[in-house]
């Protein structure tokens, strides 16, 4: 039986404003040991910011770390599923839209995100992936 995208989530996602520098969702990235936190506003989801983004879109276009605001860089187009929606709803997003993380979305509230490396340790725990995925960040 297929799992519901609630029992593979990470839950109790990392969030921050709009208006929150690159700097401060950086250190939360750090400090949470983790490579995203979901951009919010009045409990909404308004977009996701990897470190990738900030990298791609702040760091390598030469902006200030400390003014940039998360809005500026974040993305805005997010696919999400709900948290009663089957895991494998994750799996085709990710595929058919290139993305690595999928917010989980319940009575319209981020409550958890499904990242590749979910899904590797859900499908197939013996993979180098789910290996990776389940160890404790390295900060």
Known sequence: MARRASEVMTPAPVTVPPHCS???AAAQMRRHGIGDVLVTEDDQLRGLLTDRDIVVR???AGRDM???TVGEVCSRRVFT???ADDA?????IMREHAVRRVPVI???RPVGVISLG???IERDAHSVLSDISAQPPTV
């Not at 494998?88 to 085709?92: C, F, G, I, M, S």
């Open 118 to 120: 979910d899904m590797a």
């Open 106 to 108: 319940d009575h319209g």
């Open 58 to 60: 702040a760091v390598a």
């Open 66 to 68: 400390a003014t940039t």
């Open 81 to 83: 599923v709900s948290a």
């Open 22 to 24: 690159l700097m401060e």
């Open 88 to 92: 494998d709803a994750a799996v085709r």
